[in-house]
Every structure is written in C-alpha cells, then in structure tokens.
C-alpha cells in the first residue's frame, strides 16, 4: 500500500515536471494539461485500487492460510496430548504392577526369614532346654550370677 502511495507520488513529481517542460516549449495550453492530469490521476487511482484490491485478496489468502495452519497445530497439539496422556496411563500402570511385583517379592522374602528366625529360635531354646537337664547345677549358677550383675547395673543408688 506504501508503495502504491510512493508510485503515485512519484508520478505527480514526473507530470507536474513534464508540464512545465511542455510550457516552456509553448507546444501545449494549459487545457491539454488539464486533460492529461486529469487522466493521469484517474489511472493513478484506478491502480491504487487495483493494488489495494490485491493486497486485500492477498491478505485473505494469507489469512485462509494462517486459520488453516493454527487448525492442523490444534489438531496435532490435541493428538499429542491424547498420546501423552495414554503414556502416562500405562506407565502408571506399568509401575503400579511393578510396585505390586516388588511388594509380594519383598512379602516372600520376609515371611521366609520370619520362619527362618523362629525356626532359629526353636532350635536355640530346645539346645538351651536339653543343655540345663544335662547340667542343672551349671545352669543354676549361671541363673544367679546373671541375676546379680543385672541387679548391680539396674539397681537403685
């Protein structure tokens, strides 16, 4: 459009400098350049129409084309989010199994030492048991001197 503008300004400076180029000469009346101006200015403004025309169809184009852009953006921007989200359902899926997994691994695992720890102490109380009715005497002994040396730690002062 500034472009359109600057040409016709410019050919207003090219007439009014033909014009007096053509008075000097004394070849041409004042009528004739009238006439010329006149249809000088009239093509002038039928091109800046015809530019303001084209500008205005080009901007539609433009527009048509940047709605149509903006369309397959929100189109893969909604794609996109669909394809994160089912991500993020089966990775939650994925470590809700894996914590599942892990829970009744490590629940295994525990009630095994659970059964192995009271297996173990089973065993030391029957050793235990069978050691006092093979030595009640030694047994006896060392009953009371544990007794005493808990006294003395846990006594009153």
Request: hydrophobic share 40%; aromatic share 4%.
């Amino acid at each position: 459009m500034r472009a359109a503008m600057q040409a016709c300004k410019v050919g207003a400076v090219e007439f009014v400098r033909d014009v007096e180029k053509r008075n000097q000469g004394g070849g041409r009346t004042l009528a004739d350049d009238s006439k010329t101006y006149n249809g000088n200015r009239d093509m002038a403004d039928t091109q800046l129409k015809d530019l303001e025309a084209d500008a205005n169809r080009a901007a539609g184009r433009d527009k048509d084309a940047l709605s149509d852009q903006v369309e397959v953006l929100r189109r893969d921007l909604a794609s996109i989010t669909e394809i994160l989200s089912e991500m993020g359902v089966r990775r939650k899926d994925e470590t809700v199994a894996a914590a599942r997994a892990r829970y009744e691994r490590m629940r295994g695992e525990g009630e095994a030492r659970w059964h192995d720890a009271q297996n173990r102490a089973h065993e030391a109380q029957d050793e235990l048991l069978a050691t006092i009715r093979r030595q009640p005497g030694t047994a006896l002994g060392v009953a009371i001197g544990a007794g005493f040396l808990a006294g003395l730690i846990f006594g009153r002062k």
